[in-house]
């Protein structure tokens, strides 16, 4: 793990994986969530649909190098809070 790239290991799960924000994670979630811009996008964050976590997560996880499993996020059984806390994570570390 990078701590400087800005990534981080969230408990998904029951298993630790690795997440990141990279200009392709954020390319990808600024696309799914249909948004323009960081503003646009941190106003859609705050009213995310389980379906629009789920997509955001498997960016995130993508960037972190976790892409088998991005693939097959829908296939996991993730507790919510897990998965909002990793997203959220996610894009604090991005910030630092």
Known sequence: ????RGEVRATLGGEERQLCLTLGAL?????VLGV???EALATRLKALSARDLM???????????ER???????????DPR??????????????E
């Open 55 to 65: 997509a955001v997560l498997a960016a995130l996880l993508r960037g972190g190098g």
């Open 27 to 31: 390319a990808e979630i600024e696309t």
């Open 1 to 4: 793990m990078n701590g400087v």
């Open 82 to 95: 897990e998965a909002a806390q990793a997203v959220s994570r996610a894009f604090l570390a991005a910030a």
């Open 68 to 78: 088998d499993l991005a693939d097959q996020i829908s296939d996991l059984k993730l």
């Open 36 to 38: 323009n811009g960081l």
